[in-house]
């Protein structure tokens, strides 16, 4: 049986636009790329990741070492601002290093003397290296620049009073313990566990 050239052509033609819609279809359709080897491009639209708020739910989580990387990766966007420094030396005291932690939380308080986290938390600093004098003063400043509103700085406060005046109570501790209170602004103060 011979074909007319009229159907095979009007048959070509169908097949054509079948084939058309249909990869119309698929080029309107997200695959979300779930068969590709490849990673997903990058969408120059898209809004980018706050890594500080990243850092401070990995704070609360107690994943130091992995928020001291994500508020690095801040620190690249918006630079060393003071509440990266007090956050990165929060982050290095919750992990005990004492050492590095101490230079970025002073470095934090002279760039803004004005915000009291990061003197709570130098503060905090200074009672775990013993400086409870200095410790205290720290606490009264930051208590006075809060004006009075943080719990946790009064209470940090009285600790450092508390030692600095009974000097028989401060031999050597326990590895003492604190805790993160985050503020409404996303920042942190420590309070320390009695």
């Not at 049986?1 to 079948?18: C, H």
């Not at 698929?26 to 068969?35: E, F, L, R, Y």
């Given at each position: ?18 084939t058309?819609?249909?990869v119309?279809v ?10 590709s ?158």
């Open positions: 049986m011979k074909s007319e050239p009229g159907l095979a052509r009007s048959g070509f033609r169908r097949l054509i636009q079948a058309a819609v249909l119309a698929a080029s309107c359709t997200d695959t979300g790329d779930q068969g080897p490849y990673a997903p491009g990058v969408d120059p639209s898209g809004k980018p990741v706050d890594e500080v708020a990243i850092g401070n739910r990995l704070m609360v989580a107690g994943e130091y070492e992995l928020a001291i990387e994500s508020f690095t990766r801040a620190a690249l966007v918006d630079g060393m601002t003071p509440e990266i420094l007090t956050s990165i030396g929060t982050a290095n005291l919750g992990l005990r290093r004492l050492g590095q932690a101490e230079p970025l939380l002073r470095r934090a308080v002279e760039e803004d003397p004005d915000w009291p986290i990061g003197w709570n938390n130098l503060g905090v600093l200074l009672i775990e290296t013993g400086e409870y004098a200095e410790a205290s003063q720290v606490f009264q400043r930051a208590y006075a620049l809060d004006n009075g509103e943080s719990d946790a700085i009064r209470d940090n406060l009285r600790l450092a009073l508390a030692k600095m005046e009974n000097p028989a109570n401060n031999t050597a501790q326990q590895k003492e313990e604190y805790t993160l209170e985050q503020r409404g602004n996303g920042a942190f103060v420590l309070r320390k566990i009695q």
